[in-house]
């Protein structure tokens, strides 16, 4: 049962929970010796500030709970990763090799060159990249960073450059800055179209806003969470366009590997074969990662993933004795690791395989979510659970990738929104109390799913019901308190604490860094999906925008509610722009300064009052 205030496991999850604590395979701790294997040394506790003194990083306040055996709120396969994942300090990979981990979401590597050291993956943050580095130097000296590789365009991956490098030194060829082909792009595209969606629900994922705690917050799987600094960017100096392309900096070899349509659309594993060691960027971690991550993304190809780790396996395993990666503890000794990354490669492959399968036997996603069973030695494989990913939310994801939204059962071809469906299913029900009632028998009976569905039903059609709320949220903890990944505990907790609390809001950061590194089109594009289509209807007009300084020139013009652009000389238009490119970005916050405006000013005014501002705070849980 679950109590009023919601912190106690049902009788329900606390046996599901004996159930995989028996059914796993808790007395293989191999992983408790690679996590801690090699350790240096740690920031001691390992906290880090911001400049203002605001904490954007605190391992501590895992390690103080995150103890022992899992409690019943806990979901023991879960508590198992996070114990591994709050295992923090610097470590020796090999000699040579250096990682810091546990002081954000991903790990920052450091590889030592004839005097100086390059920097892989320098985290999200500034603030904890720059503590990283300077754990790293207290215990191997002070060394210069001569160049820093960015595995792939996720911001975990390059969001603390600046703590570990500057622009000035990259612009005076001090430090390289290598990246697979295709970074810029992608790296700012994903947050210009959907991020602000993306931002509100991975608040969800994340569990940003949910105490830590055997009742709250445990970690994400793939680590414990995100660090809450200066998000940075540098742009590459020097791209990888293929396969088999080698650099040499201050003496270290680096062969590449690019994967692009893998775990990000540009991403590349890499070799140093000076060190018998194989980097696999993210491609190959300690989880079954996301096909489709919770907070929304394009769908991931687990076909392209699964083959190129097969590439790797046959490009790189007879040069390799230990793998390592931008997440979790590396894999020592050659056979361990072609078994690590064979399994991964068969989970994907599996996971691709086995639901197109069945999609061609007429399962929908849903359906072979539930008929998939995976093989028992992936099963036993701690490196292959779904702490991040999912086998249930992949397999949907590979779904949706193939066939899309529709199941193609014309029954749900057009279906009612949400708020009218639950308004008929109450009444169809037999009323609120008749669906309060079913409610509290499925959380008696330990049907949580279908608790969730049946009151997520009587919120959409009465949310000013406390009674209702409540109860929705009784169910979510409990499947929250029962799931083994992260993500889910996580979204379940978040969604049962804006149910008695209210929206906790969704901290909009905008990095000053990311905003200049959009192109001219992003820009526009950013400007033209927050035209309110109806309110733009009747406005017709035309801007020119001149970048005097890049010899560039735009066309945008307004009809029909949509803003479009194109390349096109500036004259003409109703209003012409001339401004340096540097300037451009202020537009999206209505700021002219360095702007030249020649024509008609009122068209600007006009268009402002057509854009609508995204909503950080959207409802989720209620309507
Ligand atoms: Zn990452």
Redesign the pocket.
Known sequence: MATPDGTAASATVKAANEAARAALPFDDTQDFEDARRGFIGRLDPCVVRAADGRVVWDNESYRAFLQGEAPATVNPSLWRQSQLNTIDGLFEVVPGIYQVRGLD??NISFIEGQTGVIVI?PLISSETAAAALALYREHRGDRPVVAVVYT?T?V??FGGVKGVTSQEDVDAGRCAVIAPDGFMEHAIAENVYAGTAMTRRAAYMFGAALPRGPEGHVGAG??QTNSTGTVSVIAPTDLITATGETRTVDGVVMEFQLTPGT?APAEMNLLLPGFDALCMA?NATHTLHNILTLRGAVVRDPRIWARYITEAIGLFGDRMDVVFA??HWPTWGRERAIRFLSEQRDLYAYLHDQTLRMLNQGLTGSEIAEAITMPPALEAAWHARGYYGSVSHNTKAIYQRYMGWYDGNPAHLWEHTPEERAKRYVAAMGGPGAVLRLGREAIDTGDFRWAAEVLSHLVFAEPDRPDAKALLADALEQLGFGAENGTWRSAYLAGAHELRHGSFGTPVSVSPDMMRALSPEQIFDAIAIRVNGPRGWGEHLSIGIDLTDAGEAYRLELRNGVLVHWAAPADGADVILRMPGAALVGLLAGQMDGVSVEGDPTVLGRLMTVLDAPDPDFAIVTP
């Open positions: 979401l991903s993956d792939h996720h975990d991956h793939l680590a775990e993210e931008s997440h």
